[in-house]
């Protein structure tokens, strides 16, 4: 198929870009669920359950419109197995981060997984990683210093570990969708991630790691899987519509979602150095994009 040209790219572009504004919108709304849910006592694998299990609902209407249910077929249980541990451990760490963190602090830690899908991309599935990347490796890493700095007046350490765990994990599930994409379709990873999400979820019911919650704490735990599972979707259709490179760079408006929801419920406001921070991340995040770019051409959609 042709790649558009003249004004259809344009406005495909500008599609694209859009569906990804919404799909972070939904992200940063996603993560403020999951600090009130965690505020109001329930247990983080509850929330997990309940992310994954409601996300069924607009993932399967998607898949079903789309490609078929056919498509959820696999040769690759082990594959998917993988994808799901090394997912789920992130999306642990990730929700504890922001159970303990003001919202835009563990939102600007997270920016810190397309720096370790670099670094661990070298031993992991032996890609060679020239000098300019390892630059903006370093470049990041100056940037997550910044942010965390080693002073619990500022941030809480044992939260920003989980929040650099999250990225870490959010990294490796990269990685595993970029390993594992190469014969698996992306509803199909979507899938069995979020199969894998509502089986870790539960896992904690028989030994008393759930709640009882009441109407309003339930309204907002189904509203985690159903917003989480649009902003999938959204994230799958911006894949559709323009290149990766056009509107990757975009998933660092989440912050600025997650700094306004943070200050209209919560009365957060970013301190100077988490956005000082956060925002050497995001140059190094966008460039590390750029030089891959550059070296593949046009990237493989990813599917988490």
Not at 182 to 198: H, N, Q
Not at 199 to 213: D, K, N, Q, T
Not at 272 to 296: D, K, M, N, W
Request: include cysteine; proline fraction near 7%; aromatic fraction near 8%.
């Amino acid at each position: 198929m042709n790649e558009p040209t003249g004004q259809a790219a344009l406005q495909r572009n500008g599609l694209g870009i859009l569906l990804r504004v919404a799909a972070m919108a939904c992200m940063a709304v996603l993560a403020a669920l999951v600090k009130a849910c965690a505020s109001r006592g329930v247990p983080v694998l509850e929330i997990i359950f309940f992310r994954n299990a409601f996300a069924f609902v607009p993932v399967l209407a998607y898949v079903g419109r789309t490609s078929g249910f056919g498509v959820l077929k696999t040769r690759r249980p082990l594959g998917h197995a993988a994808r799901a541990t090394v997912g789920l451990v992130g999306m642990v760490c990730g929700f504890t981060a922001v159970s303990m963190l003001p919202l835009t602090e563990a939102t600007a830690l997270s920016f810190a997984a397309p720096i370790f899908m670099t670094a661990l991309s070298v031993p992991i599935l032996k890609e060679k990683v020239g000098l300019h990347r390892w630059g903006a490796v370093l470049v990041g890493f100056v940037g997550v210093l910044i942010m965390i700095r080693p002073d619990p007046t500022h941030m809480p350490l044992l939260g920003a570990a989980f929040g650099l765990a999250g990225a870490l994990g959010a990294a490796g599930a990269m990685i595993a969708v970029r390993e594992i994409g190469r014969t698996e379709p992306g509803p199909t990873i979507v899938f069995y991630f979020t199969l894998a999400g509502c089986f870790l979820g539960l896992s904690s019911l028989p030994f008393g790691g759930w709640i009882v919650p009441d109407a309003i704490t339930l309204a907002m735990l189904v509203a985690t899987g159903l917003v989480g599972g649009v902003g999938q979707l959204l994230l799958t259709e911006a894949l559709r519509r323009a290149p990766v490179a056009v509107v990757a760079p975009f998933d660092y408006t989440q912050l600025v979602w997650a700094g306004l929801i943070g200050y209209l419920v919560w009365d957060e406001i970013p301190r100077p150095y988490t956005v000082a921070g956060a925002l050497i991340v995001a140059a190094s995040g966008v460039y590390i994009l750029f030089r891959e770019t550059r070296r593949y051409g046009r990237p493989r959609p990813s599917a988490d």
